[in-house]
C-alpha cells in the first residue's frame, strides 16, 4: 500500500504496481507513507482511517497473463509450504504451469480461508481482486460456496476503485496523475519509462507474450475457471 496526498494505491501482487509506487515516490517523496509503515501488500479494507477519504486506486491485468507472472516469480517456489498441495505433486520440485494454474485454482482457499470449509464458486485471480480491491470480500466470499457470483456482483466489490490497466501502466498512470495535478514533464517521465521488475533478475520472465504458454486446453480451464472476471471485463476475454 502506498499513500499518497491525493490516493491510496492498493498493491496487488504481479500486477505492476511495483511501477506505480516508485513513481509515487519519485513526485511526491516523503509526502507518501508506504512499506514497513503499512504493509506493501496490504489490502483495501485495511486502509488506515483517516486515509479513507481518499480515492482508492488499484491495477487490473488478464488472468491469463497474471498467471504466467505469477508463475515465473519465485516466491512460491521458495515458500512451498504455504501453497496447499504443491509439494504432494508427483512431479514435485519441478512444476509445470499447467499444474501450477490447476493446482492454484483448486487449492487456494484452502490457504486464504480454511474456515470456510469448502471451495467457493471463484477461480484464484477473481478471488485476488476481490480479496485485495473488494469493499467487502468476506460477505462476497461466503455468498459464492453456494452459487457462481454474477458479474454484476463481481463488479460492485470493485466499485469506488480507479482501475489502472497493466497492459498499458504508463498511459493509465500517467492520465491519473494529471488529474492530480501533477507537472507535465513528471507526467512524460512515465510515460517514457521501462517496466519495473522487483526481486532477481535471474527469474525475471523474457516472454512478454502469454500465449506460448498456455495450450487450447488450459486457456478453456482458465477461462470456465474465470468466469465471472472475463463477464464483468470482456477487454481481457483474448
Known amino acids: 500500500m502506498t499513500i499518497t496526498p491525493h490516493f491510496v494505491f492498493v498493491h496487488l501482487p504481479k500486477t505492476g504496481g511495483t511501477f506505480v509506487s516508485r513513481h509515487c515516490w519519485r513526485i511526491w517523496g516523503d509526502q507518501c507513507i508506504d512499506y514497513p509503515t503499512y504493509p506493501k501488500h496490504a489490502k483495501r479494507r485495511e486502509i488506515p482511517a483517516e486515509y479513507r477519504h481518499l480515492p482508492v486506486v488499484g491495477t487490473i491485468r488478464s488472468p491469463y497473463d497474471w498467471f504466467v507472472s505469477a508463475y515465473h516469480f519465485p516466491w512460491w517456489r521458495d515458500h512451498a509450504e504455504s501453497f496447499p498441495g504443491l509439494q504432494s505433486l508427483p512431479t514435485y520440485p519441478d512444476v509445470s504451469f499447467d499444474q501450477f494454474v490447476r493446482l492454484a485454482t483448486a487449492r487456494w482457499w484452502a490457504r486464504q480461508h480454511p474456515e470456510l470449509g469448502r471451495k467457493p ?111 464483468a471485463f470482456p477487454e481481457f476475454d483474448e
Open 121 to 231: 464458486q471463484l477461480g484464484h485471480a477473481a478471488y485476488c481482486w476481490v480479496a485485495w480491491l473488494g469493499k467487502e470480500p468476506f460477505g462476497f466470499l461466503r455468498a459464492a460456496l453456494d452459487a457462481p457470483p454474477t458479474p454484476d456482483a463481481f463488479r460492485e466489490q470493485l466499485a469506488g476503485a480507479r482501475l489502472l490497466r497493466t497492459s498499458r501502466l504508463n498511459q493509465d498512470l500517467a492520465e491519473l496523475l494529471a488529474g492530480c495535478g501533477v507537472m507535465q514533464s513528471e507526467i512524460d517521465a512515465v510515460l517514457e519509462s521501462t517496466r519495473v521488475q522487483p526481486g532477481d533478475a535471474a527469474h525475471h520472465r523474457r516472454q512478454r507474450d502469454w500465449r506460448p504458454f498456455y495450450s487450447p486446453k488450459l486457456k478453456a480451464f482458465v477461462r470456465e475457471s474465470e468466469r465471472v472476471f472475463f463477464d
